[in-house]
Nanobody, 115 residues
């Protein structure tokens, strides 16, 4: 399993970023996927999840209405569109594939929201 997140960077409050996660080494379309994040000095936090076919999504309260998760199974890629970013969104963002019995993550991408 390989999961490579990209698209992070430095953005001002109120700005937008689109994260991508390129997957390989497994059948992407068979697995639900999720984004999690870890801020400096804090534990891992759930951000959003999407079903294997993209029909169902869910978000944490802290990002609902601002972030949108999506996927392109033909391209084996997961996305996270982040709008109206806040300083508290600053974290390393990771994508994960998971099932009822396992979870795998990959290299994250740093998002910094600051003026």
């Amino acid at each position: 399993v390989q999961l490579q997140a990209s698209g992070g960077g430095l953005v001002q409050p109120g700005g937008s970023l689109r994260l991508s996660c390129k997957a390989s080494g497994f059948t992407f379309s068979e697995y639900a996927m999720r984004w999690v994040r870890q801020a400096p000095g804090k534990g891992q936090e759930f951000v959003s999840v999407i079903s294997n076919d993209g029909a169902s999504t869910s978000y944490s309260v802290s990002v609902k209405g601002r972030f949108t998760i999506s996927r392109d199974n033909a391209r084996n890629t997961l996305y996270l569109q982040m709008n109206s970013l806040k300083p508290e969104d600053t974290a390393v963002y990771y994508c994960e594939m998971f099932s009822s019995s396992m979870a795998r993550g990959g290299q994250g991408t740093q998002v910094t929201v600051s003026s």
